[in-house]
């Protein structure tokens, strides 16, 4: 059963950066998408980016040209490096694995705050 543990959220600045990290286990097939989704209180669960084995990547419009999706493969691990980050950019980001092989798999999440 595939497993996904996040890390690297934390406490920054606006214009700061982060970079979170998505780590796999389980894993029995290496055809797949990653992506992570962010939370804020009281609102829904909202795609951010997502990263295929292939290599395709996606964007939400809000995160490009400051978010860099980027996969490990040696390592089953996805990245998000977050640069320019505004207060809007809150919440908390969760990853989630899709594929032929597996039922849709979110990880417990990391929690992002930009303040000052």
């Known amino acids: 059963q595939v497993q996904l543990v996040e890390s690297g959220g934390g406490l920054v600045q606006p214009g700061g950066s982060l970079r979170l990290s998505c780590a796999a286990t389980g894993i029995v097939s290496h055809i797949y998408i990653m992506g992570w989704y962010r939370q804020a209180p009281g609102e829904m669960r909202d795609f951010v980016a997502d990263?295929?084995?292939?290599?395709?990547?996606m964007y939400k419009e809000a995160v490009k040209g400051r978010f860099t999706i980027s996969f490990n493969r040696a390592k089953d691990t996805v990245y998000l490096q977050m640069d320019s980050l505004k207060t809007e950019d809150t919440g908390t980001y969760y990853c989630?694995?899709?594929?032929?092989?597996?039922?849709?798999?979110w990880g417990q999440g990391t929690p992002v705050t930009v303040s000052s």
């Open positions: 990263i295929s084995t292939l290599g395709t990547t």
């Open positions: 989630k694995i899709t594929g032929p092989a597996y039922e849709d798999t």
